[in-house]
């Protein structure tokens, strides 16, 4: 399946709002998980079905439903209806391919961005959908698979470190986009370390297995930079959105948050340019090194061009020919042939051809 562009041939004559599952499916099974808190209560248990999750609606607490696995689309029609999410919302949010943005209802507050994740080799990407419903008093989240990257979050639910526990499924929100563009920043260092010590290899051994690296690097780069620079949309949006769902007090948070989105983006762009210009640099080494092949290939046939001429004369087969008979002619030819070998040598020297 294409990386940049999801096929969506399953969806062709459908109206809008069907739920149809477009990607490929990563856990075998979807899992709800609830966390319910104030700052006085913690309720954190896998659910088995999603029918017990209405008791959410009506609760005073802060609720964060967590779903894994997005290819069950009667599993999101019933949390659909539970929670009164548009059927429009949740074609999105089952759609893996969907480009990240932001959406504003009078009853919810939509987001959807991917998450950017290191292969084992940490010269390549991948990466998974990641969408969020905050409402009043509840956030659901839905994930393409298990992951570790919003444990920190569920480790200070749980130990009640800082504001988290105090604060609405607002400020929930907050904590987990922050952990998704810290996650950004995290990769983008990684891969950035290996680009940048790119470019002493390319002036010292400019190989073909070089240049396939650069271009491999050029396509991840490109692949981050269509997931981060919508991402960037959205922190800009959160920062200026005014929103019953998101109260004013984390308005400051929001615009921490739109500083880290750009310093993903402006990172990216910097490693774009430098894997551009790596481009550029290996072209000219290997341009360069071919001149200079070309130069001692010139040099060398340039001095052969007198020698040529005088074995072409004294080649010939003429009877009557000067010099012919000499009983030293053939050393002395020699002698004049490794004369004319140093005068050249010794001009090309100083006209700094050399």
């Not at 620079?229 to 739109?258: T, Y």
């Not at 500083?259 to 430098?274: G, H, K, N, P, W």
Request: with cysteine.
């Amino acid at each position: 399946m294409a990386r940049f562009l999801k096929k969506h041939d399953s969806k062709n004559g459908l109206p809008p709002g069907s739920l149809i599952f477009i990607g490929k499916q990563k856990t075998e099974k979807p899992r709800l998980r609830i966390i319910d808190y104030d700052s006085n209560m913690l309720r954190d248990e896998i659910l088995d079905s999603p029918e017990s999750l209405s008791a959410c609606t009506e609760s005073s607490t802060t609720s964060w439903i967590n779903v894994d696995g997005l290819h069950e689309p009667e599993l999101m029609q019933s949390i659909g209806t539970t929670f009164s999410i548009s059927s429009l919302i949740l074609e999105d949010i089952i759609n893996t391919g969907q480009r990240p943005k932001l959406e504003e209802f009078p009853e919810a507050l939509f987001v959807t961005l991917k998450m950017l994740f290191l292969n084992e080799d940490e010269t390549s990407i991948h990466a998974e959908q990641f969408s969020a419903v905050l409402q009043n008093k509840c956030l659901l989240t839905f994930q393409e698979k298990p992951g570790y990257v919003f444990e920190p979050v569920r480790d200070r639910i749980r130990n009640q470190t800082g504001r988290l526990r105090k604060l609405g499924p607002d400020y929930l929100l907050y904590t987990i986009l922050d952990c998704i563009f810290e996650n950004y920043l995290k990769v983008i260092e990684i891969m950035g370390e290996r680009i940048e010590e790119i470019e002493d290899e390319v002036l010292a051994d400019p190989t073909p297995e070089l240049l396939e690296e650069i271009n491999a690097y050029r396509r991840e780069i490109a692949y981050i930079r269509k997931a981060i620079r919508p991402a960037r949309e959205i922190a800009l949006k959160l920062a200026r959105i005014d929103s019953d769902l998101v109260s004013p007090e984390i308005q400051h948070f929001l615009r921490d948050l739109c500083d880290i989105a750009e310093q993903s983006y402006d990172s990216v762009e910097i490693y774009r340019e430098m894997l551009n210009d790596h481009l550029n640099s290996y072209n000219m080494a290997i341009t360069n090194r071919l001149n200079d092949v070309m130069k001692f290939l010139t040099i060398f046939a340039t001095i052969f061009i007198p020698l040529s001429f005088l074995a072409g004369i004294y080649g010939m087969n003429f009877e009557v020919m000067p010099e012919l008979h000499y009983k030293h002619g053939y050393y002395i030819l020699l002698g004049v042939m490794l004369t004319v070998v140093i005068g050249m040598l010794t001009y090309f020297k100083r006209q700094r051809w050399l």
